[in-house]
T-cell receptor, first 112, second 113 residues
Framework: EPEVTQTPSHQVTQMGQEVILRCVPI?????FYWYRQILGQKVEFLVS????????KSEIFDDQFSVERPDGSNFTLKIRSTKLEDSAMYFC??????????FGNGTRLTVT | DQQVKQNSPSLSVQEGRISILNCDYT??????FLWYKKYPAEGPTFLIS?????DKNEDGRFTVFLNKSAKHLSLHIVPSQPGDSAVYFC????????????FGKGTKLSVKP
């Protein structure tokens, strides 16, 4: 069964550094998403992406965040200058239609 | 601001019995509801969904019930199996929201053999 793959599984970075989290969505999917889950808290929506542009974003997704689909297969989340509170599991998801995301296994980001 | 609430952090059920997981919501604009299952070190896995025009949707052992007047939905698993042990998340979205899912905090289900 096709799946969403995310790399790396764990990323450790120092505060102030830039990180890029990578995702390969399911190939025939048109909608792409990033979510995050801070330890002990609920999964939170960050951004959705459709037709090569951001279609919706949450308050969390401020100017420090950006997304890109640099080619036909990858979908990336960049955090420009990481803060301690950015430490979380970041989940990529994709779907054929709105709302029904198939999630990857996540990237654990640790900011020290 | 908890728009989607799962008030039971955990639930323990005997194998073969019914598991009932509950979810309440406050936003009357939600029109699509989903249940996800999550194992440790994995991402959420889609289980079943329901549109607000329905009050029940069934898929094998999983049934979701929606009570719009009470702003309540529930997931029934019958019969429960030990492999069902996981964290279950309720999620909701507003029509046209492009996939902005609002998640509950999850309920950890333990199915004992």
């Amino acid at each position: 069964e096709p799946e969403v793959t995310q790399t790396p599984s764990h990323q450790v970075t120092q505060m102030g550094q830039e990180v890029i989290l990578r995702c390969v969505p399911i190939s025939n999917h048109l909608y792409f998403y990033w979510y995050r889950q801070i330890l002990g808290q609920k999964v939170e929506f960050l951004v959705s992406f459709y037709n090569n542009e951001i279609s919706e974003k949450s308050e969390i997704f401020d100017d420090q965040f950006s997304v890109e689909r640099p080619d036909g297969s990858n979908f990336t989340l960049k955090i420009r200058s990481t803060k301690l509170e950015d430490s979380a599991m970041y989940f990529c998801a994709s779907s054929e239609r709105q709302g029904m995301g198939h999630f990857g296994n996540g990237t654990r980001l640790t900011v020290t | 601001d908890q728009q989607v609430k799962q008030n039971s952090p955990s639930l323990s059920v005997q194998e073969g019995r019914i598991s009932i997981l509950n979810c309440d919501y406050t936003n009357s604009m939600f029109d699509y509801f989903l249940w996800y299952k999550k194992y440790p070190a994995e991402g959420p896995t889609f289980l079943i969904s329901i549109s607000s025009i329905k009050d029940k949707n069934e898929d094998g052992r999983f049934t979701v019930f929606l009570n719009k007047s009470a702003k309540h939905l529930s997931l029934h698993i019958v019969p429960s199996q030990p492999g069902d042990s996981a964290v279950y998340f309720c999620a909701a979205s507003v029509r046209g929201s492009q996939g902005n899912l609002i998640f509950g905090k999850g309920t950890k289900l333990s199915v004992k053999p």
